[in-house]
């Protein structure tokens, strides 16, 4: 098929509502068709006009977050979708629909506007098949290099035998003169190296004990999480994966992207009540994982095995109690539902509640002793303040958010900026550091862990008083869902890393064309080069820290 009959089976009129005149005009010829999702204006482009238009965008229209980058096959062509919003507003969206033919998929790259496109449109090569333009480094990321075909593609052969050799790491950087003076060494870390925090394997040369280029190798534990939850059904069988992409923070932050998306894009409602219990399991979700993230960090760093590490492993069991007490399940809870939740507070309520609240009692005593152990020591303070720094310009490029985002000062958070669930009812701040260090991401979720224990605080009152007769849990909804075909959404929550976000296509049946998973990790983890460079060896292990990875998440 050529361009020119691609393009045109992919443009479907140029009618736009009043508030999307302006960017229709803004971008004037490059428009070739709309293509609206249900949440944001969707543009149709020429392959070769992506940078001019994500240009655009990004400097007079302010789209300044590349949030998703989702690549599919139709039967007649190929399609990449980049999702912009504003870090400033994320309820501002748009998307720019990228269609390229069967027989020569090949668009151009947008990773000299935005650099976290590098990584994602490498995972859309590597899996889509669509190839990129002037990309600084197009080669597989999830998949070996020796891999045949590309899984998501629909000519793709699932039976076809896979020969993975073994090959020796070259140096990245072979040939090249860093100093005159100075020679380079080439370093593996990981992928089985307690400081890498997973799967990861991180190729480092190095000046010495000076860190000259770092490239993160990931692929390591790829489950074909999208690929499963496409095979699945959107009413039952999907909701229990969300669990295992990010299975530190507790997967109930993870259940409620997944749920976000399907709900808006079959347009089920959640009842108040039933948003008062999502949001409190999700705050305990986050407490789960900001505690483990303390503790490994202080094992990072000090080595202090004996009291920090011990100790976040103790509050993290407290919350973990209660996330059990409440879904029946300490890891893999599975407790949300379309249109709500599992069941009710366990029996007796007023028990329960007043457990919660002990818990959450003895957390300013805790904090307290972070800070003597972690904040305040010195040893810790010279390991992290003024290391791994990332500016915020940088977070932005790079499509950072959560605590990496916040600790550069980006004062970003959905649960405020495109409220859902019961956040916007309730007092609580978005906690921000303004130096970008190692130290400040520590920081940030510190403070982070006080501010859920007052969301989740709240909460209880609420619940505690609710009337007996309108705890409604679920709303009603059908057996078998079968959104509209062709319909398109993007949605995203607060998870404990950053934006966790959705993509789904429908197309009429009662599993999704395509499910994409926006991972937070995945971008973050793809800022650790800005981290490390010009930093000492020790710095850069405090830099894979500091970003709070899970490798399941990063690779799906």
Same mark, same amino acid.
């Given at each position: 098929?050529?361009?020119?009959?691609?393009?045109?089976?992919?443009?479907?009129?140029?009618?736009?509502?009043?508030?999307?005149?302006?960017?229709?005009?803004?971008?004037?010829?490059?428009?070739?068709?709309?293509?609206?999702?249900?949440?944001?204006?969707?543009?149709?482009?020429?392959?070769?006009?992506? +940078?001019?238009?994500?240009?655009?965008?990004?400097?007079?229209?302010?789209?300044?977050?590349?949030?998703?980058?989702?690549?599919?096959?139709?039967?007649?062509?190929?399609?990449?979708?980049? *999702?912009?919003?504003?870090?400033?507003?994320?309820?501002?969206?748009?998307?720019?629909?990228?269609?390229?033919?069967?027989?020569?998929?090949?668009?151009?790259?947008?990773?000299?506007?935005?650099?976290?496109?590098?990584?994602?449109?490498?995972?859309?090569?590597?899996?889509?098949? &669509?190839?990129?333009?002037? %990309?600084?480094?197009?080669?597989?990321?999830?998949?070996?290099?020796?891999?045949?075909? %590309?899984?998501?593609?629909?000519?793709?052969?699932?039976?076809?035998?896979?020969?993975?050799?073994?090959?020796?790491?070259?140096?990245?950087?072979?040939?090249?003169? %860093?100093?005159?003076?100075?020679?380079?060494?080439?370093?593996?870390?990981?992928?089985? %190296?307690?400081?890498?925090?997973?799967?990861?394997?991180?190729?480092?040369?190095?000046?010495?004990?000076?860190?000259?280029?770092?490239?993160?190798?990931?692929?390591?534990? *790829?489950?074909?999480?999208?690929?499963?939850?496409?095979?699945?059904?959107?009413?039952?069988?999907?909701?229990?994966?969300?669990?295992?992409?990010?299975?530190?923070?507790?997967?109930?932050?993870?259940?409620?992207?997944?749920?976000?998306?399907?709900?808006?894009?079959?347009?089920?409602?959640?009842?108040?009540?039933?948003?008062?219990?999502?949001?409190?399991?999700?705050?305990?979700?986050?407490?789960?994982? *900001?505690?483990?993230?303390?503790?490994?960090?202080?094992?990072?760093?000090?080595?202090?095995?004996?009291?920090?590490?011990?100790?976040?492993?103790?509050?993290?069991?407290?919350?973990?109690?209660?996330?059990?007490?409440?879904?029946?399940?300490?890891?893999?809870?599975?407790?949300?539902?379309?249109?709500?939740?599992?069941?009710?507070?366990?029996?007796?309520?007023?028990?329960?509640?007043?457990?919660?609240?002990?818990?959450?009692?003895?957390?300013?005593?805790?904090?307290?002793?972070?800070?003597?152990?972690?904040?305040?020591?010195?040893?810790?303070?010279?390991?992290?303040?003024?290391?791994?720094?990332?500016?915020?310009?940088?977070?932005?490029?790079?499509?950072?958010?959560?605590?990496?985002?916040?600790?550069?000062?980006?004062?970003?958070?959905?649960? +405020?900026?495109?409220?859902?669930?019961?956040?916007?009812?309730?007092?609580?701040?978005?906690?921000?550091?303004?130096?970008?260090?190692?130290?400040?991401?520590?920081?940030? +979720?510190?403070?982070?862990?006080?501010?859920?224990?007052?969301?989740?605080?709240?909460?209880?009152?609420?619940?505690?008083?609710?009337?007996?007769?309108?705890?409604?849990?679920?709303?009603?909804?059908?057996?078998?869902?079968?959104?509209?075909?062709?319909?398109?959404?993007?949605?995203?929550?607060?998870?404990?890393?950053?934006?966790?976000?959705?993509?789904?296509?429908?197309?009429?049946?009662?599993?999704?064309?395509?499910?994409?998973?926006?991972?937070?990790?995945?971008?973050?983890?793809?800022?650790?080069?800005?981290?490390?460079?010009?930093?000492?060896?020790?710095?850069?292990?405090?830099? &894979?820290?500091?970003?709070?990875?899970?490798?399941?998440?990063?690779?799906?």
């Amino acid at each position: 098929m050529s361009l020119d009959s691609t393009l045109e089976s992919r443009a479907t009129g140029t009618v736009s509502s009043a508030g999307e005149i302006d960017l229709e005009s803004l971008l004037g010829d490059a428009v070739l068709g709309r293509d609206d999702h249900e949440n944001a204006p969707a543009f149709v482009i020429r392959p070769d006009e992506v +940078r001019d238009v994500l240009t655009t965008l990004r400097d007079e229209a302010e789209f300044d977050h590349c949030s998703c980058v989702t690549a599919q096959q139709y039967p007649d062509r190929f399609e990449t979708i980049y *999702h912009l919003t504003a870090y400033d507003d994320p309820t501002r969206e748009v998307s720019i629909v990228v269609p390229t033919p069967i027989d020569d998929p090949v668009s151009e790259s947008a990773a000299p506007v935005f650099e976290t496109a590098d990584w994602h449109e490498r995972e859309a090569y590597d899996l889509v098949g &669509i190839e990129y333009e002037d %990309h600084p480094d197009l080669r597989r990321i999830l998949l070996p290099e020796t891999w045949q075909g %590309h899984p998501l593609g629909l000519a793709y052969d699932q039976e076809q035998p896979q020969v993975v050799t073994l090959s020796e790491h070259a140096n990245p950087i072979a040939g090249d003169e %860093h100093d005159a003076a100075s020679e380079t060494m080439f370093l593996n870390i990981g992928p089985h %190296h307690p400081s890498t925090h997973g799967v990861l394997h991180v190729k480092a040369v190095l000046d010495g004990e000076t860190v000259v280029d770092v490239d993160p190798d990931i692929g390591y534990i *790829h489950r074909c999480e999208e690929q499963m939850c496409q095979g699945s059904t959107y009413r039952h069988q999907i909701m229990p994966y969300p669990d295992r992409w990010d299975w530190v923070s507790s997967g109930l932050l993870n259940e409620w992207a997944y749920a976000r998306a399907a709900e808006d894009l079959a347009d089920i409602e959640v009842p108040a009540y039933a948003q008062v219990v999502r949001t409190m399991g999700a705050e305990l979700s986050r407490l789960a994982s *900001h505690f483990i993230a303390v503790g490994t960090y202080a094992l990072d760093i000090v080595g202090e095995f004996c009291a920090a590490f011990q100790y976040a492993i103790r509050d993290r069991e407290l919350v973990l109690d209660v996330l059990e007490e409440l879904t029946g399940q300490r890891m893999m809870f599975n407790y949300f539902r379309l249109g709500g939740v599992a069941w009710d507070l366990p029996e007796p309520r007023e028990e329960f509640v007043a457990g919660v609240r002990d818990v959450l009692e003895s957390f300013p005593a805790k904090i307290d002793e972070y800070h003597d152990l972690l904040v305040t020591n010195e040893i810790f303070q010279r390991r992290c303040v003024d290391t791994g720094v990332l500016a915020p310009d940088a977070a932005k490029r790079y499509g950072c958010t959560g605590p990496v985002a916040r600790g550069s000062g980006i004062d970003y958070d959905l649960r +405020r900026d495109d409220p859902y669930g019961y956040y916007e009812n309730l007092e609580w701040d978005v906690v921000t550091e303004p130096d970008g260090d190692n130290f400040a991401r520590l920081l940030v +979720r510190l403070r982070e862990v006080e501010e859920s224990a007052k969301i989740i605080d709240q909460c209880l009152d609420l619940l505690a008083e609710w009337p007996d007769d309108d705890r409604a849990i679920q709303s009603n909804v059908p057996r078998t869902l079968k959104p509209e075909a062709d319909a398109e959404i993007y949605r995203a929550v607060e998870g404990a890393k950053g934006e966790l976000g959705i993509y789904i296509r429908s197309d009429g049946t009662d599993t999704p064309a395509r499910f994409k998973i926006r991972s937070p990790c995945f971008s973050n983890l793809s800022a650790l080069p800005e981290l490390a460079r010009g930093e000492y060896v020790a710095d850069l292990i405090a830099a &894979i820290g500091s970003l709070d990875c899970i490798m399941g998440e990063v690779d799906r």
